[in-house]
């Protein structure tokens, strides 16, 4: 027999909507995250050494020294070959392609030693990207080696920075050739396949002899005798290295000999998202049918954590299962398991006020024409936290006292955060402006509570929609309410086109998702220039979004709501990646100026953070003193503590720090103090109005001698014309950006004006 609907904790629609976002996570990448953060720390805590049955022969340093001029000749790689055939290796497995080589007048000496050692050794069959088509080319040994000798790919493909999977087998060119740990290990495949690196392996356990001693005889049968041998790049010079996931960068014949061991070791098995999901699913219903509710969330940490634990251990038995959509499932669960246990428990009643709360108003009987009325007091977490004792009551009660004047007669509801909503019937219609009119003139006059006097402002929502439920038209109230605050009107009414944008808002993440990988989030570019000399210094990165249907849509809009949806951290890392990218690629040609990235304050709690940028400047080769980190005042830092920490790491990475848009929100002389700031940048508000403000020229002046006093560069923002550039010169303000010196532009066109002729190049 069925269970009925209300025995369960929480409602059927909720467990097929987590069940469907949880599917959702399995089908797609979008939980794939959890489980790469989880192997990429069964690789920091390697552990397990190698067997020392293959050993790595290096082209290092000190090999490349020894050699004329540093040029390792096709005559040297011979001799190599020759020593470790002498040793009695098993295999020699050479990483490296000769393809600029085979013109080299002693390349045959190098033909020939491999043709020495005959079937023992096996060449290197690399696949490269070629550039502008996408195409993938595969580079072939010379016809000279003969026909007969083995070959393998040593082709794999990245993943964030970082290698996850290696093939056993590659199609390169229409062949299907086993890798090097194919070979070594002697598993194959016919079709092209790849498995998942064991990252449990210690790299520092890795056999590995210098190329220079080997040919010298300082390494030989003791050493090598018996084993596969692995010749391959190590000096810095060839950039041959990759991360791992845990690790830090290895070179790529470290990676060989580690997917060797891993397969040697047994056969890597993938059994996907779905048992782990599946466990989840069964253990989660069993705990909702048997009504377990106090204990229902430790079990839900329980269970989470036997899969993590489950997948750790797995992974050291050549096991990978994906647990994140199952771990997104007994969130889903977890999480609303808990909303309804606070909703259930809480008292249709405000315990402050003592009317009713909103849950009462949306469970009420619907609306009908009734217009929805919402007013939302202003800053009232400030004045909760501002005002002493039970004052916060008193407050509240003065509120209410004063709404109650509107309401008139209709029951006025109260919400816990300083929000109130009632009914305004159909026939008083005509009369709400003036009735919010008046309320505004009640709040003019002061509250008084003790011997403090409060100025109190309070914002209006109206929705007279007679569509929807009960909670859609509150919901709607408050919305136009919210938007009433931000443009600081006395009331809003919700209008189709904040629906359109509610609904924008609600998909952001997707939407944010889709832009990124499709282009239409891009990077534009505005230059910095020295005033005093007119030179260019630096460049400051800043997104873009050409929105398909909605156009181009303003940074303020999309960065506010990515930090409200949790995505900053994303879009940042994107503008940072681009923005280093471009900033490498100038130096390559030869033009060394600074690039300056903004970073919202609510990031410096990401432990990870310097990281990550660590990683971006090493993989695009850019000094960090070239780039400079600009603390935008989005919002606050919460974390004081992992705040600093964060500031100081990456000033002793060398990465100059920036105080954006100083003047304004929590840009005070406070915030200097939590930033040891390299340079101060002036809101562009005062520099436009300088000219025309008194206030706004003294607050420009104060702010460039501040920057001075403390050793930083003063920064202004928002130059529009030529007589604010001279005006601020004469202030001995050090670096100007605005529109009269260049607008915000695409790298390709940033890259030709600076790589002009000096005569084609303006200020």
């Given at each position: 027999?069925?269970?009925?609907?209300?025995?369960?904790?929480?409602?059927?629609?909720?467990?097929?909507?987590?069940l469907l976002l949880a599917l959702a996570a399995g089908l797609t990448s979008i939980a794939e995250p959890i489980?790469?953060?989880?192997?990429?720390?069964?690789?920091?805590?390697?552990?397990?050494?190698?067997?020392?049955?293959?050993?790595?022969?290096?082209?290092?340093?000190?090999?490349?020294?020894?050699?004329?001029?540093?040029?390792?000749?096709?005559?040297?790689?011979?001799?190599?070959?020759?020593?470790?055939?002498?040793?009695?290796?098993?295999?020699?497995?050479?990483?490296?392609?000769?393809?600029?080589?085979?013109?080299?007048?002693?390349?045959?000496?190098?033909?020939?030693?491999?043709?020495?050692?005959?079937?023992?050794?096996?060449?290197?069959?690399?696949?490269?990207?070629?550039?502008?088509?996408?195409?993938?080319?595969?580079?072939?040994?010379?016809?000279?080696?003969?026909?007969?000798?083995?070959?393998?790919?040593?082709?794999?493909?990245?993943?964030?920075?970082?290698?996850?999977?290696?093939?056993?087998?590659?199609?390169?060119?229409?062949?299907?050739?086993?890798?090097?740990?194919?070979?070594?290990?002697?598993?194959?495949?016919?079709?092209?396949?790849?498995?998942?690196?064991?990252?449990?392996?210690?790299?520092?356990?890795?056999?590995?002899?210098?190329?220079?001693?080997?040919?010298?005889?300082?390494?030989?049968?003791?050493?090598?005798?018996?084993?596969?041998v692995i010749f391959a790049p190590t000096a810095p010079n060839f950039q041959d290295s990759f991360f791992l996931?845990?690790?830090?960068?290895?070179?790529?014949?470290?990676?060989?000999?580690?997917?060797?061991?891993?397969?040697?070791?047994?056969?890597?098995?993938?059994?996907?998202?779905?048992?782990?999901?599946?466990?989840?699913?069964?253990?989660?219903?069993?705990?909702?049918?048997?009504?377990?509710?106090?204990?229902?969330?430790?079990?839900?940490?329980?269970?989470?954590?036997?899969?993590?634990?489950?997948?750790?251990?797995?992974?050291?038995?050549?096991?990978?299962?994906?647990?994140?959509?199952?771990?997104?499932?007994i969130a889903a669960i977890g999480t609303n398991v808990s909303r309804t246990r606070r909703r259930a428990s809480?008292?249709?009643?405000?315990?402050?006020?003592?009317?009713?709360?909103?849950?009462?108003?949306?469970?009420?009987?619907?609306?009908?024409?009734?217009?929805?009325?919402?007013?939302?007091?202003?800053?009232?977490?400030?004045?909760?936290?501002?005002?002493?004792?039970?004052?916060?009551?008193?407050?509240?009660?003065?509120?209410?006292?004063?709404?109650?004047?509107?309401?008139?007669?209709?029951?006025?509801?109260?919400?816990?955060?300083?929000?109130?909503?009632?009914?305004?019937?159909?026939?008083?219609?005509?009369?709400?402006?003036?009735?919010?009119?008046?309320?505004?003139?009640?709040?003019?006059?002061?509250?008084?509570?003790?011997?403090?006097?409060?100025?109190?402002?309070?914002?209006?929502?109206?929705?007279?929609?007679?569509?929807?439920?009960?909670?859609?038209?509150?919901?709607?109230?408050?919305?136009?309410?919210?938007?009433?605050?931000?443009?600081?009107?006395?009331?809003?009414?919700?209008?189709?086109?904040?629906?359109?944008?509610?609904?924008?808002?609600?998909?952001?993440?997707?939407?944010?998702?889709?832009?990124?990988?499709?282009?239409?989030?891009?990077?534009?570019?505005?230059?910095?220039?020295?005033?005093?000399?007119?030179?260019?210094?630096?460049?400051?990165?800043?997104?873009?979004?050409?929105?398909?249907?909605?156009?181009?849509?303003?940074?303020?809009?999309?960065?506010?709501?990515?930090?409200?949806?949790?995505?900053?951290?994303?879009?940042?890392?994107?503008?940072?990646?681009?923005?280093?990218?471009?900033?490498?690629?100038?130096?390559?040609?030869?033009?060394?100026?600074?690039?300056?990235?903004?970073?919202?304050?609510?990031?410096?709690?990401?432990?990870?953070?310097?990281?990550?940028?660590?990683?971006?400047?090493?993989?695009?080769?850019?000094?960090?003193?070239?780039?400079?980190?600009?603390?935008?005042?989005?919002?606050?830092?919460?974390?004081?503590?992992?705040?600093?920490?964060?500031?100081?790491?990456?000033?002793?990475?060398?990465?100059?720090?920036?105080?954006?848009?100083?003047?304004?929100?929590?840009?005070?002389?406070?915030?200097?103090?939590?930033?040891?700031?390299?340079?101060?940048?002036?809101?562009?508000?005062?520099?436009?109005?300088?000219?025309?403000?008194?206030?706004?020229?003294?607050?420009?002046?104060?702010?460039?001698?501040?920057?001075?006093?403390?050793?930083?560069?003063?920064?202004?923002?928002?130059?529009?014309?030529?007589?604010?550039?001279?005006?601020?010169?004469?202030?001995?303000?050090?670096?100007?950006?605005?529109?009269?010196?260049?607008?915000?532009?695409?790298?390709?066109?940033?890259?030709?004006?600076?790589?002009?002729?000096?005569?084609?190049?303006?200020?």
């Amino acid at each position: 027999m069925p269970i009925p609907v209300k025995s369960l904790i929480i409602s059927w629609r909720t467990i097929a909507l987590s069940l469907l976002l949880a599917l959702a996570a399995g089908l797609t990448s979008i939980a794939e995250p959890i489980d790469r953060v989880l192997e990429a720390f069964v690789g920091s805590v390697a552990w397990r050494p190698v067997t020392g049955d293959i050993v790595m022969v290096e082209l290092d340093a000190k090999t490349l020294d020894a050699a004329p001029n540093r040029d390792y000749a096709p005559r040297h790689y011979a001799q190599v070959v020759d020593a470790v055939n002498a040793a009695g290796a098993k295999r020699l497995l050479i990483d490296f392609y000769f393809d600029r080589r085979e013109k080299d007048r002693d390349f045959p000496l190098l033909v020939d030693a491999v043709k020495r050692m005959g079937d023992r050794v096996v060449l290197a069959v690399p696949t490269r990207t070629a550039p502008g088509s996408g195409e993938n080319i595969s580079t072939f040994p010379s016809p000279a080696f003969g026909n007969n000798v083995p070959i393998a790919s040593i082709a794999w493909e990245t993943e964030f920075w970082q290698l996850w999977r290696v093939p056993i087998s590659y199609a390169a060119d229409g062949r299907v050739l086993p890798s090097f740990a194919s070979i070594i290990a002697g598993k194959y495949s016919t079709e092209p396949a790849t498995f998942r690196l064991d990252f449990s392996y210690d790299p520092a356990t890795i056999p590995n002899y210098s190329a220079a001693d080997v040919v010298s005889g300082k390494v030989g049968a003791r050493e090598l005798a018996g084993k596969d041998v692995i010749f391959a790049p190590t000096a810095p010079n060839f950039q041959d290295s990759f991360f791992l996931p845990g690790h830090n960068r290895l070179p790529g014949g470290y990676v060989h000999l580690i997917a060797a061991e891993t397969l040697k070791r047994g056969n890597p098995v993938d059994v996907g998202w779905l048992p782990a999901f599946l466990l989840a699913v069964a253990v989660m219903m069993a705990a909702l049918f048997a009504q377990v509710k106090r204990g229902f969330m430790s079990l839900a940490l329980a269970t989470a954590a036997l899969l993590v634990a489950g997948k750790v251990l797995l992974s050291f038995m050549l096991v990978t299962v994906w647990i994140g959509a199952a771990l997104v499932f007994i969130a889903a669960i977890g999480t609303n398991v808990s909303r309804t246990r606070r909703r259930a428990s809480a008292q249709r009643e405000n315990p402050v006020s003592g009317l009713p709360n909103f849950e009462a108003l949306r469970t009420q009987a619907a609306f009908g024409s009734a217009t929805v009325v919402a007013a939302k007091v202003v800053n009232f977490e400030d004045l909760a936290a501002f005002i002493p004792g039970d004052g916060i009551g008193k407050l509240v009660e003065q509120v209410t006292r004063r709404l109650q004047l509107a309401s008139q007669g209709t029951t006025l509801h109260h919400d816990l955060d300083g929000t109130f909503a009632w009914l305004v019937p159909y026939y008083q219609h005509s009369q709400i402006e003036g009735q919010l009119a008046g309320l505004a003139a009640l709040f003019n006059a002061p509250l008084t509570i003790g011997d403090l006097r409060v100025d109190v402002a309070i914002a209006f929502g109206v929705n007279d929609e007679f569509e929807g439920s009960n909670a859609q038209r509150l919901a709607a109230a408050l919305v136009a309410a919210e938007r009433a605050i931000r443009t600081r009107s006395l009331w809003t009414k919700y209008t189709s086109r904040q629906k359109e944008d509610a609904g924008w808002q609600l998909s952001f993440h997707s939407q944010l998702e889709d832009a990124l990988t499709g282009g239409d989030i891009w990077v534009a570019f505005q230059p910095q220039y020295e005033i005093a000399t007119k030179t260019l210094v630096g460049v400051e990165a800043l997104a873009r979004w050409t929105h398909p249907t909605r156009g181009p849509i303003p940074p303020d809009e999309f960065i506010v709501q990515a930090e409200k949806s949790q995505d900053i951290y994303r879009l940042t890392l994107f503008v940072m990646d681009q923005a280093i990218r471009s900033a490498a690629q100038l130096r390559e040609r030869g033009i060394h100026i600074n690039m300056s990235v903004n970073l919202s304050a609510t990031l410096l709690d990401h432990s990870d953070l310097v990281g990550t940028i660590r990683v971006m400047l090493t993989a695009h080769h850019l000094p960090p003193e070239t780039l400079t980190i600009e603390i935008t005042e989005t919002a606050q830092i919460e974390n004081s503590r992992q705040a600093r920490q964060t500031l100081a790491q990456l000033r002793r990475t060398g990465i100059r720090l920036s105080i954006d848009d100083y003047g304004t929100g929590q840009s005070n002389l406070e915030y200097l103090t939590e930033i040891e700031a390299d340079e101060i940048k002036i809101d562009k508000r005062f520099v436009m109005t300088m000219r025309d403000s008194q206030r706004s020229l003294e607050v420009v002046k104060s702010t460039i001698d501040l920057a001075h006093r403390l050793g930083a560069v003063a920064v202004a923002e928002g130059i529009e014309d030529a007589e604010t550039m001279a005006l601020l010169g004469g202030l001995g303000c050090d670096v100007g950006q605005g529109y009269h010196l260049g607008k915000p532009q695409l790298f390709s066109e940033l890259a030709s004006t600076l790589t002009a002729p000096p005569r084609n190049r303006t200020a």
